[in-house]
């Protein structure tokens, strides 16, 4: 797609209500003759064209960053820790750490909408090597919740198993948010 040509109709289109353009939460309103291929475009209530192009980086107006986040409660990090035994897990969202879960943590879930924004966000979780071949599986997902703290239908799910994990793993996906 066309930047150009979709600022142009873009700007047609809201007329002088001055909108915002972002690549992957990025100021990109100087971006000039420029294609970008196999992108998703949204424009929000306020007219800001919004498009997640996770093949591109593009660098920010004068150090400013701008994200739209995802509503509270709408993805979480579900933890189920299934008797493991000297298992650890890094996960990082956007670059960003948001937690090590290790074995013995037990069953849990933590809102990710701090560390997502709308579109593509990249999710790795990076597992240390396991000393020991006892125990059971450390499983993460992450999704949205039932009304009954389930996770059915999850985005991601990572599982590290003892028997297996004789050595370190790092495992990187990309979650779309809408």
Request: no cysteine; net charge neutral; charged share 20%.
């Amino acid at each position: 797609m066309n930047l150009l040509l979709l600022s142009a109709l873009f700007a047609g289109a809201v007329g002088g209500s001055n909108p915002r353009i972002y690549v992957n939460g990025e100021r990109a309103d100087g971006l000039r003759d420029v294609v970008l291929e196999d992108v998703d475009v949204r424009i929000d209530d306020k007219g800001n064209l919004w498009i997640t192009a996770p093949m591109y980086s593009v660098g920010g107006k004068a150090g400013t960053e701008a994200v739209e986040r995802p509503p509270a409660g709408a993805w979480w990090l579900l933890v189920e820790d299934l008797e493991s035994s000297n298992l650890s897990v890094v996960v990082t969202v956007n670059g960003r750490p948001v937690t090590t879960l290790k074995s013995g943590v037990g069953n849990g879930r933590l809102d990710l909408a701090p560390w997502l924004h709308r579109g593509a966000n990249q999710v790795v979780f990076t597992a240390a090597a396991s000393p020991s071949k006892q125990g059971g599986p450390l499983v993460l997902s992450i999704g949205p919740l039932q009304a009954d703290g389930t996770m059915p239908d999850a985005s991601i799910r990572f599982a590290r198993d003892p028997s297996s994990a004789t050595k370190a793993v790092e495992r990187s996906f990309i979650l779309r948010v809408p």
